[in-house]
């Protein structure tokens, strides 16, 4: 299995030794396969954030979404509680294991505990406590809490519904992700913690906006710079909960 990276990570960067002088892999369509294909298979056999993915062992470019995020607002600290709803394929775990010291690897700092939930079976990741749940079942808030040993510190979600490639619908099932999301944060985060999602600027979310304001001391709006620029994903990290 490949190793998974620890410690904090930047930009994807492309130094002077970071390929043959940036070429761009061009994708021809094949029969049978839409254009609309072809195009995302292109963007991703050119997605510097995908090449780096593979390159330091993560399941995918999100990986870098949670770092910046974390970089930027510092919610995954060691001896943490996290709860990754919607966790598959594992990247967020991947970054959040070194990072709250959920091995016991960092001597003399508290060790935190993450656990994934998701509709699927996920690979196993070392040093997460990964299981088949629907988050939104009756009883799911308890469940989290009896695996987690308690509240958690963090509930963080990368979730996203399949795209219908109507823009407004996709908006509106996404948000209604997230504030399935935030419900079960309300009932499982101990005071002080952070609820983090995945939203996608639509105008749809101010009522759930204005319900985190409610609940959380800060609420911050953030574009990591590895959500794609062409793309009207941003993520909503909500800290200080007020219990």
Sequence with gaps: MAKTPSGKSGGAGTGKNSGARGLTVKVKTAKGRKVSSTRWLQRQLNDPYVKRAQAEGYRGRAAYKIMELDDQVGFLRPGARVVDLG????????VAVPRINALGESRGKPQGRILGVDLQEVPAIPGADIHVLDFMADGADQQVKDWLGGQADVVMSDM???????????????????????????????????????????GAEGDMQKLLKQKFTKVENIKPPASRSDSSEKFVVATGFRG
């Design 87 to 94: 966790c598959a394929p594992g990247g967020w775990c991947q």
């Design 160 to 202: 996203a519904a399949a795209s219908t490639g109507h823009q407004q619908t996709d908006h509106l099932r996404i948000i209604a992700l997230c504030e399935a999301a935030a419900a079960l944060a309300f009932d499982v985060l101990a005071p002080g913690g952070t609820f983090v999602a995945k939203v996608l600027a639509g």
